[in-house]
């Protein structure tokens, strides 16, 4: 069943002209690399912290980061990264820096693995809860798919606004299906500044109110 969906799957990419991600999940699937579901029992995860493990690279993010025309300039974190798939397609982009953040040693010792065989040099992970992960002022980035719940992605945004104050900069947010929109734009210096929709998935855009003034 799941071999049928996958070549039905491929085949509607290849009828849409999507080559590059055509041959993206050819390699995916010759090279064995794991961006399988992973649920929170198996990987020991609290629930009150943490959400469970899904991919959310290829075509849609790649449709995402392509709209926002990322430079050498830019560098981005991926808070809760997973196995690194989201990490695996902005390798695809100039990116001076990417970083995964992640609770769940599991996951990264996967994610390290799965960029090892893909040959993809220019991402770095910690294991790490993402409120803890305070080295932000070099990131003008971040990219959130629904790593956790509200409270986590409140104290991860207030992290992200002092760092603001230390080293005031443009900031980027990219939220995929943004259920915690609220825990982003309350007592933040940030608005949501567009909404992109790729088939039945949301993404928000936010950046900070008074970004555009200041140059990195
Ligand atoms: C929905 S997955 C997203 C994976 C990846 N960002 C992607 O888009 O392909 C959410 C990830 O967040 C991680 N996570 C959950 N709570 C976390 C926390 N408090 N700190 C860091 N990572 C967390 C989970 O282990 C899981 O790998």
Known sequence: MALTTDIVNALSLLFHGEWREFIFRIRVHLQKIDLRNSYLAELQLPEERCHYYANSGGLHLAKVLDS????????????????????????????????????????????????????????????????????????????????FPGHVMESVIRNISNSLVKAPRK??????????????????????????????????????????????
Do not use: C, W
């Open 68 to 147: 926002l025309k990322i430079t050498p300039q830019d560098a981005i974190v991926d808070f809760g990264s997973g196995k690194g798939g989201a990490l695996i397609t902005m390798s695809h982009y100039p990116f001076a820096r990417i970083m995964g953040v992640e609770i769940s040693p599991e996951l990264v010792a996967i994610a390290r693995r799965n960029l090892a065989k893909l040959g993809i040099a220019n991402a770095e992970m910690r294991v790490s809860d993402a409120t803890n992960f305070l080295d932000l002022d070099g990131y003008n980035y971040f990219y959130f798919f629904s790593p």
């Open 171 to 216: 900031v980027t947010i990219i939220y995929f299906n943004p259920e915690y929109h609220e825990a982003i734009v309350t007592n933040s210096p940030f608005v949501k500044v567009a909404e992109l929709h790729h088939h039945a998935l949301d993404y928000y855009i936010y950046t900070n109110r008074d970004g555009q003034k200041v140059s990195r």
